[in-house]
T-cell receptor, first 110, second 118 residues
């Protein structure tokens, strides 16, 4: 079973920040938080990952709480092309398989 | 460069037929994964290869499912005597050789093969 809990759906206005929450209260000390997204009819795409520090790349920012039991993926200026299902995954890294839940369906509205 | 490719993109099979789904990973990628995605669900792990060795097949739902990667590059997922519950999108992903101590676990996914069993 997936070790994460996400809201099933969220809406965001184009140009605004999208903040996607994820609960992972049973995360262990050697597990990372990964985010992937899946645009309709495509395979999942890696976005970002982190252990305990906040992370930022060209796609998004990842904020992890100090107790590591939850995190938030931030898309700073959402566009229509960001409409997708976003998956939060905990994983030990290396060559471990990904365990997906149902994710959050983000709809960016014009 | 070229990403992960899968063929066919769509496959319709009659119940009881055998099917073969192909995955061409990114050149040089050591790890290869197969996932099954039912409609409205997240992908579920089927099996994992490191080069030609199948290290984990715990997700294969029955002995009708068989995967191989004989030369450590192209992989084929075969489903024998297909059933309606096999209808799903089958995703292949590859990742480069990373130390088991590395946090970096980006898997590169193909577009998937949509299998419909009638």
């Amino acid at each position: 079973d997936a070790k994460t809990t996400q809201p099933p759906s969220m809406d965001c206005a184009e140009g605004r920040a999208a903040n996607l929450p994820c609960n992972h209260s049973t995360i262990s000390g050697n597990e990372y938080v990964y985010w992937y997204r899946q645009i309709h009819s495509q395979g999942p795409q890696y976005i970002i990952h982190g252990l305990k520090n906040n992370e930022t790349n060209e796609m998004a920012s990842l904020i992890i709480t100090e107790d590591r039991k939850s995190s938030t993926l931030i898309l700073p200026h959402a566009t229509l092309r960001d409409t997708a299902v976003y998956y939060c995954i905990v994983n030990k890294g290396g060559s471990e398989k990904l365990v997906f839940g149902k994710g959050t369906k983000l709809t960016v509205n014009p | 460069g070229a990403g992960v490719s899968q063929s066919p993109r769509y496959k319709v099979a009659k119940r009881g037929q055998d099917v073969a789904l192909r995955c061409d990973p990114i050149s040089g990628h050591v790890s290869l994964f197969w996932y099954q995605q039912a409609l409205g669900q997240g992908p579920e792990f089927l099996t994992y290869f490191q080069n030609e060795a199948q290290l984990d097949k715990s997700g294969l739902p029955s002995d009708r499912f068989f995967a191989e990667r004989p030369e450590g590059s192209v992989s084929t997922l075969k489903i024998q005597r297909t059933q309606q519950e096999d209808s799903a999108v089958y995703l292949c992903a590859s990742s480069p050789d990373r130390s088991i101590y590395s946090s970096y676990n980006e898997q590169f996914f193909g577009p998937g093969t949509r299998l419909t069993v009638l």
